[in-house]
């Protein structure tokens, strides 16, 4: 195993490690934890099992081993990216309402705050 | 507890509009001395415009929000107001009204705090899909194992609670599958549970809020959530 393998390992483990702590204190919801770890452990496979890697190697045709974890990395990051400005778009559009629906209370509550006081 | 308990019949709802008005109608009918709170979820078709037609309190999220947020803001409206037992009865009309008392006696007599309406006790109709069938023991296995209480219908929405449960669960409850990760959180925190047999019907109408992707989502969310679960420390709610 290359030094960059095992420092992807490493680097992997450790993500995992932070992700679950993330979860535990309630600042990551199941589903992004559950996709991290997902991830990580996707890592650390490749990194340390060589012949899984060799074969997507010679199937892709990669030169370096390392190269190919770094590819399929940043093809993930891009994929991720799009994911999440989905979920902010989706999240505005949300916030949107929400502002809105509030409004209308706020509006309601005073009307009925006028008649009462005539 | 004495024998005028305040009790808050929650129907969550989602495009519930072919099946609302009955569900609210039997509750009536079978429940007569209970409060009914529909909790409509983001629907995009006329249910709480009948439900609000029909005279019965209507709590709207503007936006869908799922059905454990949909049970969840019904317990928050239940502490609020001081209710002594909430009882959940789903807006598909697969909760037979007619069970709401008895499933609300074990509470009322003190003996439970959750009061689960379960579909496989003393051979009670199960009608599911073999998978879900599987998931559903599965879990409910593991509750057993976890809770220590047999607990044979996990994933049954069918479910009274007492003035304890709702306080706990209106602080947190799980929102995409509040089954047995909500029970498993229920009795770390000493909650007492007890099932009780009940029939499900088949839905009169509408679409289930089920599809493919939740079905193979659900075992793999719910399995990490229990053992995340696991590893945090147990502790007695008041």
Known sequence: ????????????????????????????????????????????????????????????????????????FIAFLL???????????????????????????????????????G | MNKKAKVLVIIPAYNEETNIASIINEVREKASQADILVV?????DKTAEIARH???????????????????????IAK??????????DGDGQHDPA??????????????????????????????????????RFFSWLTTKISGRQITDCSSGFRALSKRAIGLFAYEYPVDFPDAEALIFASRAGLKLVEIPVKFRGRNGGKSSLHLWRFLWYPIKEGFSVVMLLTKRQGKYE
Request: aromatic letters at 8%.
């Open chain 1, 1 to 72: 195993m290359s030094r960059a393998l095992e420092l992807a390992a490493i680097a992997s483990v450790v993500i995992a490690v932070w992700v679950l702590y993330l979860f535990r204190k309630k600042r990551l919801k199941e589903d992004h934890a559950i996709l991290w770890i997902f991830v990580s452990l996707s890592i650390v496979i490749l990194s340390t099992w060589g012949d899984v890697l060799s074969t997507i190697n010679r199937l892709v045709g990669a030169e370096n081993p390392a190269d190919l974890i770094q590819a399929a």
């Open chain 1, 79 to 117: 994929l991720i990216c799009i994911y999440y400005s989905v979920r902010i778009s989706e999240l505005t559009e949300q916030n949107r309402k929400l502002s809105q629906e509030i409004g209308m209370l706020k509006s309601q509550i005073d009307d009925g705050k006028m008649e009462r006081d």
């Open chain 2, 40 to 44: 409509d979820d983001g629907s995009k």
């Open chain 2, 54 to 76: 029909l005279d019965v309190r209507v709590v709207s999220h503007p936006f869908n929000l799922g059905i454990g947020g949909a049970v969840q803001t019904g317990l928050m």
């Open chain 2, 80 to 89: 609020k107001w001081g209710y002594d037992i909430a009882v959940q009865v």
């Open chain 2, 99 to 136: 069970f709401v008392y008895t499933l609300i006696k074990p509470i009322a007599e003190e003996k439970a705090d959750i009061s689960i309406g379960s579909r496989y006790l003393n051979n009670a109709n199960v009608n599911i899909s073999l998978m879900r069938h599987i998931g559903v």
